[in-house]
């Protein structure tokens, strides 16, 4: 396998294993009570997650495809902090109220998924903006703007 390739699948790879995690733990998450989000569903980490596994195979594919494009960089990094805080959703939930005192760290877990979510909506609403579609800033004086939104 060639150097050009590693990255990008390796990455792929790991957002699929946290995709799978997320998945186990919201199907024994699926009876607690108390554990509803958003809306009163128990639904969005799941969808979340599985739409971090969507950019992370398109950030993938433009990777492979053109390796110089900044844009498929930026989407294997939103996919990666989506199956993340999807993650960190459902281990809180299940380290809190499913199972409370039998996974360490359900605190913490709770607290990167209240604070992780604004990384990946500012990468997405901010640099894949900017980004979008050479992969490059439009000028240099569009970088103050990418750095503000970051």
Same mark, same amino acid.
């Given at each position: 396998?060639? +150097?050009?390739?590693?990255?990008?699948? $390796?990455?792929?790879? %790991?957002?699929?294993?946290?995709?799978?995690?997320?998945?186990?733990?919201?199907?024994?998450?699926?009876?607690?009570?108390?554990?509803?989000?958003?809306? =009163?569903? +128990?639904?969005?980490? *799941?969808?979340?997650?599985?739409?971090?596994?969507?950019?992370?195979?398109? =950030?993938?594919?433009?990777?492979?495809? +053109?390796?110089?494009?900044?844009?498929?960089?930026?989407?294997? /990094?939103?996919?990666?902090?989506?199956? %993340?805080?999807?993650?960190?959703?459902?281990?809180?939930?299940?380290?809190?109220?499913?199972? *409370?005192?039998?996974?360490?760290? =359900?605190?913490?877990?709770?607290?990167?998924?209240?604070?992780?979510?604004?990384?990946?909506?500012?990468?997405?609403?901010?640099? /894949?903006?900017?980004? %979008?579609?050479?992969?490059?800033?439009?000028?240099? +004086?569009?970088?103050?703007?990418?750095? $503000? =939104?970051?």
């Amino acid at each position: 396998m060639s +150097r050009r390739w590693r990255l990008p699948l $390796v990455t792929l790879g %790991f957002v699929a294993f946290i995709v799978l995690a997320t998945l186990v733990l919201w199907v024994m998450n699926l009876g607690t009570p108390g554990a509803e989000t958003d809306f =009163g569903t +128990r639904l969005t980490p *799941p969808l979340s997650a599985l739409s971090g596994l969507v950019f992370a195979v398109v =950030g993938a594919l433009i990777v492979l495809r +053109r390796p110089g494009n900044g844009v498929g960089q930026v989407c294997l /990094l939103i996919g990666l902090m989506s199956a %993340f805080n999807s993650l960190a959703i459902e281990y809180s939930v299940y380290g809190m109220l499913t199972a *409370p005192g039998t996974v360490a760290g =359900g605190l913490f877990a709770a607290w990167l998924a209240n604070w992780t979510w604004v990384l990946y909506v500012g990468f997405m609403g901010v640099v /894949l903006v900017l980004l %979008f579609p050479t992969g490059r800033l439009l000028s240099p +004086r569009w970088r103050w703007v990418m750095v $503000v =939104g970051v």
